[in-house]
């Protein structure tokens, strides 16, 4: 249980994909200006890395790795993902075309996340189970659920600022993730006090 809970915070808060690792950054000053839009994107998301990592892992170890044909483990996943993609655009298409809407062009960029292709090879690089592999690529969902949703806030306060024009529009936004992700450099303490790890 501890570990399973290490896997998840740290992937949220200390390993996070936006504000730590800087990838997913084209969703993230895209799609974070308005709250419903930063949350629909999120969950979409976090829906396509668990699967992207469920349908990934069993095909790196059950085929990639015995056929050793590891050199393609970046096409094949980024062909997979771009399965999912679609499969996740279709549905929200059919079941709420409100938020397909909203989300416009920034759903099929999904495909090309680097998050996203990025959990799934992290998973494979740091040698998880494929159980800890779905907690890792959850919690990186998770983490950038909390990078859009903070940044959907702190946009809206931007916007309403008066700033100089040289600094307006994403100037501004990429100051304030900087000072946002020294904040969550802070965090692996945190992991580390909590569980001693």
Do not use: W
């Given at each position: 249980?501890?570990?399973?809970?290490?896997?998840?915070?740290?992937?949220?808060?200390?390993?996070?994909?936006?504000?730590?690792?800087?990838?997913?950054?084209?969703?993230?000053?895209?799609?974070?200006?308005?709250?419903?839009?930063?949350?629909?994107?999120?969950?979409?998301?976090?829906?396509?890395?668990?699967?992207?990592?469920?349908?990934?892992?069993?095909?790196?170890?059950?085929?990639?790795?015995?056929?050793?044909?590891?050199?393609?483990?970046?096409?094949?996943?980024?062909?997979?993902?771009?399965?999912?993609?679609?499969?996740?655009?279709?549905?929200?298409?059919?079941?709420?075309?409100?938020?397909?809407?909203?989300?416009?062009?920034?759903?099929?960029?999904?495909?090309?996340?680097?998050?996203?292709?990025?959990?799934?090879?992290?998973?494979?690089?740091?040698?998880?189970?494929?159980?800890?592999?779905?907690?890792?690529?959850?919690?990186?969902?998770?983490?950038?659920?909390?990078?859009?949703?903070?940044?959907?806030?702190?946009?809206?306060?931007?916007?309403?600022?008066?700033?100089?024009?040289?600094?307006?529009?994403?100037?501004?936004?990429?100051?304030?993730a900087s000072i946002v992700s020294l904040s969550f450099m802070g965090f692996s303490g945190v992991i580390d006090g909590l569980f001693g790890h």
């Amino acid at each position: 249980m501890q570990e399973m809970m290490i896997i998840i915070l740290s992937a949220i808060l200390v390993n996070n994909f936006v504000l730590v690792k800087f990838l997913g950054i084209c969703p993230f000053l895209g799609v974070s200006k308005k709250l419903d839009s930063a949350v629909g994107m999120s969950l979409a998301v976090i829906f396509v890395m668990v699967l992207a990592t469920a349908v990934t892992y069993p095909i790196q170890m059950g085929l990639l790795v015995p056929l050793q044909i590891g050199y393609l483990q970046t096409i094949v996943f980024i062909l997979v993902i771009a399965a999912l993609v679609q499969l996740v655009e279709i549905s929200l298409k059919k079941y709420v075309p409100s938020l397909h809407q909203s989300l416009g062009v920034y759903l099929p960029l999904i495909t090309t996340n680097c998050a996203v292709l990025g959990v799934t090879i992290l998973n494979i690089d740091e040698k998880y189970t494929f159980f800890q592999s779905l907690l890792n690529s959850f919690g990186a969902g998770v983490g950038f659920l909390l990078a859009m949703v903070l940044f959907s806030g702190i946009r809206q306060r931007i916007e309403n600022n008066d700033f100089p024009a040289a600094f307006k529009g994403i100037p501004a936004v990429l100051i304030a993730a900087s000072i946002v992700s020294l904040s969550f450099m802070g965090f692996s303490g945190v992991i580390d006090g909590l569980f001693g790890h």
